[in-house]
């Protein structure tokens, strides 16, 4: 697994930026044909587009999304994840994302499958339900955890299929998935130590961001 750490000369864009996109950006190549699915208002896909002259292509649920997408120049259609990706024809894109979001599609696993269909690649970044100041908050709360990446209540949150890095892991290789890099960040958005073990990653990183392929 690679090891994403920013350079010193990447610190002011860093800054200005999600950290799972700044990590993403870098595993992306200049000109490569790009498809974000639930792209949100459009800033991974802009930052890829103005960054790395990509071929930026994206996908939206809501309206709203698609509208401020629209807004800033990029080509974002409507569509869900788990109903429209399979319209998506075989080895159409370099890489395909999902970007904070498999956690609130109804089936993950299909989705995933596809992704790795329609790209060479499928980068993944989520957050870690193992983290342990989630695992604290129930354990001593007795509640359904809130956090900074996990910011909604439990009857209101558009997550529905919460996973730890761990669980992900298993499920690439029931999809016959190979990872090609990996990096978990902890919540100052520090990346971990590349060598560390899955349980350290599955108990100190509040997020992950996985690059997968095909076997």
């Known amino acids: 697994m690679t090891d994403l750490l920013a350079t010193p000369a990447q610190t002011t864009e860093a800054a200005s ?19 974000d699915v639930g792209c949100d208002d459009g800033a991974l896909l802009r930052l890829l587009r103005d960054q790395h002259g990509v071929d930026a292509r994206g996908m939206e649920l809501s309206q709203r999304g698609v509208n401020d997408c629209v807004a800033k120049g990029l080509s974002v259609i409507q569509g869900d994840a788990d109903v429209d990706l399979v319209d998506y024809p075989t080895d159409a894109f370099d890489y395909v994302i999902l970007s904070q979001t ?27 339900f193992g983290h342990w100041r989630i695992r604290a908050q129930i354990a001593f709360n ?19 299929h919460f996973c730890t890095i761990r669980d992900f892991v298993v499920l690439t290789r029931e999809i016959n998935a190979k990872i090609i890099s990996a990096t978990a960040v902890d919540r100052f958005g ?3 130590r590349v060598n560390a073990p899955w349980w350290f990653w599955n108990f100190f990183a509040e997020q992950a961001v996985f690059m997968l392929e095909r076997e």
Request: hydrophobic share 40%; glycine share 4%; proline share 7%.
């Open 102 to 128: 498999v956690q609130a599609t109804r089936n993950p696993k299909r989705v995933l499958e596809n992704l790795l269909r329609i790209g060479r690649y499928a980068i993944v970044s989520f957050p870690n």
């Open 142 to 160: 007795g509640r359904m955890p809130i956090t900074e990446n996990l910011s909604h209540n439990w009857y209101d949150t558009p997550n529905i």
């Open 17 to 35: 930026s999600r950290v799972d996109h700044m990590l993403i950006a870098r595993m992306v190549a200049d000109g490569a044909r790009v498809l």
């Open 190 to 192: 520090s990346p971990l």
